[in-house]
Every structure is written in structure tokens, then in C-alpha cells.
């Protein structure tokens, strides 16, 4: 989320069971100093990229508080009563800063490595600037059920 026109980022996942989601854990890291929080919501999927927001995470992570190394800045959303998402079907983590981020301060979500074995095949990651919808490079997150 470097960027000024990227108002959120988004990474669409297909979960192996149906279950209601509790929580979701992405690396981050700030660049500068951010100010306000990030938040992460989980949306449907609408053609490929989020559609309707089903819930916002309980909390939210304060961006001064990140670390500018990524191995310590692990961040776990939580979702009480979290949505049950179905097997098979598409949706999308959305983190989305809520105070004042820029080129120089600013979070940003690691994406995964390409080189790696597990690539991940189930859709391309996304970024919505003013227009929309982008696609863009895959993040790494993990999803708990």
C-alpha cells in the first residue's frame, strides 16, 4: 500500500472447508511514519476482484506501531462471529489504511515469493486507486477457520 493512489489492497483466497472465518494473519511493514491504523475486511468476490463487504475485522492495527522489519510484523485480524465462507468459493482480505499514508509513509503487505513452491493459483492479488479494481502481485496471508 506504498502508493497514494491505492486507497486498499486485496488478495483473493478460496477456503478448503466451510466454516466461519476467526482470523487472519498478514506480514506487514511501515515504511516512515504512517499515522492512523490499518484495517482488514473480508469481501465476496464480484468478477475477480472484491465485492460485497461481509465483516470488518474486531480490531484494528495501529500503523506507528509496525515494525520496519518484516519477520516481526505479523498481524492477526480477528473476526468474532466471523462469516461462514463456503468451500470452493472465492473471496478477498482487504487491508485498507484509515489515517494519513503516502510514498514515503506507508504500510506495506509482503507479497509471496515467485520462485517458492507454493504459489498461490486461486487469483491475483488486487489494488483499488481512485478508478477501481487493479491487478497486481500476490501477498502472503493466511486464513484460520
Sequence with gaps: ?????????????????????????????KAGSPT??????IFDNSGGFPGTLLQEADDQATASGLEAD?????????FTNGPILTNGTTYHIVLSPTGS???????????????TT???????AA???GTGWNDFTNFTYSDFY
Design 36 to 41: 492512523g491504523n490499518l484495517k482488514c475486511e
Design 101 to 115: 499514508f503516502d510514498n514515503s509513509n506507508n504500510v506495506q503487505w509482503f507479497t509471496q515469493n515467485s520462485n
Design 70 to 78: 518484516p519477520s516481526t510484523s505479523e498481524l492477526h485480524f480477528n
Design 1 to 29: 500500500m506504498a502508493n497514494t493512489t491505492r486507497l486498499a489492497t486485496a488478495q483473493p483466497f478460496v477456503p478448503s472447508i466451510t466454516a466461519p472465518i476467526c482470523n487472519v494473519k498478514v506480514i506487514v511493514r
Design 127 to 129: 489494488y483499488k486507486d
Design 118 to 124: 507454493d504459489s498461490y493459483t486461486q487469483g491475483e
